[in-house]
């Protein structure tokens, strides 16, 4: 099992900014890619930002240039800045990781997510 704490969400005028941060622990092994999704009611939940276990980061249209994913790989904790804030980015967000349980090719792959944190942009 691998645990994911999130924390930094909360309320913002627009054109503020906010940093998100994402904890995990447990049997996390070897980390695949972590990442930050966003949900609204009604709505599919869309990738924001994700960072792969080599450094490369993909960002949704939507946000770049304003935020920022970024990982410390000795606290296993993924980050997310996200400046210049609209209020279309009002959401719930979520932290997810992938990755594989254990050492060995063959290890099972896992996929969590955090219990999420509410972003609210006014206007």
């Known amino acids: 099992q691998v645990q994911l704490v999130e924390s930094g969400g909360g309320l913002v005028q627009a054109g503020g900014s906010l940093r998100l941060s994402c904890a995990a622990s447990?049997?996390?092994?070897?980390?695949?890619?972590m990442g930050w999704y966003r949900q609204t009611p009604g709505k599919q939940r869309e990738l924001v930002a994700e960072i792969i276990s080599g450094g490369s980061t993909n960002y949704a249209d939507s946000v770049k240039g304003r935020f920022t994913i970024s990982r410390d790989n000795a606290k296993n904790t993924v980050y997310l800045q996200m400046n210049s804030l609209k209020p279309g980015d009002t959401a719930v967000y979520y932290c997810?990781?992938?990755?594989?349980?254990?050492?060995?090719?063959?290890?099972?792959?896992?996929?969590?997510w955090g219990q999420g944190t509410q972003v609210t942009v006014s206007s």
């Open positions: 997810n990781i992938k990755g594989f349980a254990g050492w060995a090719i063959e290890s099972p792959a896992y996929d969590y």
């Open positions: 447990g049997r996390i092994f070897r980390i695949n890619a």
